[in-house]
């Protein structure tokens, strides 16, 4: 699993969830079906990765589900845990964010709302070996 983009962006998020603070993520659907990727599973294991792929963590999905971005509720916008004051400040930096890759959204847009669990982290204390997924 990759975060936000290179650089600052994807430091930042991979740190919150170190920290325990993130404990979701949010993705345009459009992504997956263009990218032929499978949504995540409930279940599923997942490799937090840095820039170089480096494997950061292991997450565990405790949570999938696929809303209009106009609906994402306001407790999924908190576990993100991006310092969002509101879901309107939370919707503005994710289509700020969205428009700035290239793929603006609408209130229609569908997103796809993971949550997720820290399983392991760190030196030492990351599993090796098949990941279940």
Request: net charge negative; charged share 25%.
């Amino acid at each position: 699993m990759d975060l936000g983009t290179p650089g600052e962006l994807r430091t930042r998020l991979n740190t919150l969830v170190l920290a325990g603070v993130k404990t979701a993520t949010a993705g345009l659907l459009r992504e997956y079906v263009d990218e032929g990727e499978e949504l995540e599973h409930v279940g599923e294991h997942l490799a937090l990765v840095d820039d170089a792929d480096s494997l950061l963590a292991v997450v565990q999905v405790t949570g999938v589900e696929v809303t209009r971005f106009a609906e994402v509720p306001w407790d999924f916008a908190r576990a993100e845990g991006e310092g969002d004051r509101s879901i309107e400040e939370w919707r503005a930096g994710h289509a700020a964010y969205w428009a700035r890759a290239g793929t603006p959204v609408t209130d229609d847009s569908e997103i796809v709302c993971v949550r997720f669990r820290l399983v392991s982290a760190g030196v030492g204390d990351i599993p090796t070996g098949d990941l279940g997924t």
